[in-house]
């Protein structure tokens, strides 16, 4: 599987963005996916992951009630919806997935991953 994120951007803390992740060479209907993020300096952190139907979330505590992650299958895509942006939402975002239902939290538990998006948050 390949993945392309796009969707990155300078935006205004407050401000909204949505990120895509499209995939290919397989359909995403197997798997579980994933964003996560790495802010300069910082290690790459957890930040939502959806189950392979879409049918389950799971969020960081930091983006919880800001941020949205989807998929369409039919369309072999996956989307991060992030408003009310902060400056300390600043990073790369990586799109990442693993075969099966259940998504993970940890990055060495993805198979595959995308190239990543800057998101830039001024203040």
């Known amino acids: 599987v390949q993945l392309q994120a796009s969707g990155g951007g300078l935006v205004q803390a407050g401000g909204s963005l949505r990120l895509s992740c499209a995939a290919s060479g397989r359909t995403l209907g197997s798997y579980a996916m994933s964003w996560f993020r790495q802010a300069p300096g910082k290690e790459r952190e957890f930040v939502a992951t959806i189950s392979a139907s879409g049918s389950s979330t799971s969020y960081a505590d930091s983006v919880k009630g800001r941020f949205t992650i989807s998929r369409d299958n039919a369309k072999n895509t996956e989307y991060l919806q992030m408003s009310s942006l902060k400056s300390e939402d600043t990073a790369v975002y990586y799109c990442?997935?693993?075969?099966?239902?259940?998504?993970?939290?940890?990055?060495?538990?993805?198979?595959?991953w995308g190239q990543g998006t800057l998101v830039t948050v001024s203040s």
């Open positions: 990442a997935g693993r075969r099966g239902y259940s998504g993970r939290h940890y990055a060495y538990e993805y198979d595959y």
